[in-house]
């Protein structure tokens, strides 16, 4: 069992930054991949980006890559994900999702791959 808090969520203007913490609770974070993922008034939650188990892989939606980046520190048990260029459709409720049933090199993307789930931070761009 995994607990999982995000932070770092607030109000940005049109191509400021935010960069999102989430914090796990528990021994074992380094042996899961990490994920983020949105979810919009109205619209589906949909795949942000994602850490492998291992740090060495990391996969983007085509929508944020470039501006996004996601890290995840196991000494701190936290993952990170850098906004940068933000626009007014990044606005979301954001969370953070840990998946246990991969392996070292797995990037999972779907939604129902994942076991833990924090409770989202909201994030929103002014035009």
């Known amino acids: 069992q995994v607990q999982l808090v995000e932070s770092g969520g607030g109000l940005v203007q049109a191509g400021g930054s935010l960069r999102l913490s989430c914090a796990a609770s528990?021994?074992?974070?380094?042996?899961?991949?990490m994920g983020w993922f949105r979810q919009a008034p109205g619209k589906e939650r949909e795949f942000v980006a994602v850490?492998?188990?291992?740090?060495?892989?990391?996969y983007y939606a085509a929508s944020v890559k470039g501006r996004f980046t996601i890290a995840r520190d196991d000494a701190k048990n936290t993952v990170y994900l850098q906004m940068n260029s933000l626009k007014p459709d990044d606005a979301a409720v954001y969370y953070c999702?840990?998946?246990?049933?991969?392996?070292?090199?797995?990037?999972?993307?779907?939604?129902?791959?994942?076991?833990?789930w924090g409770q989202g931070t909201q994030v929103t761009v002014s035009s």
């Open positions: 850490v492998s188990r291992s740090g060495g892989f990391t």
């Open positions: 528990g021994r074992t974070f380094s042996s899961y991949a």
């Open positions: 999702a840990a998946d246990r049933g991969t392996t070292a090199w797995g990037i999972p993307t779907s939604s129902s791959e994942y076991d833990y």
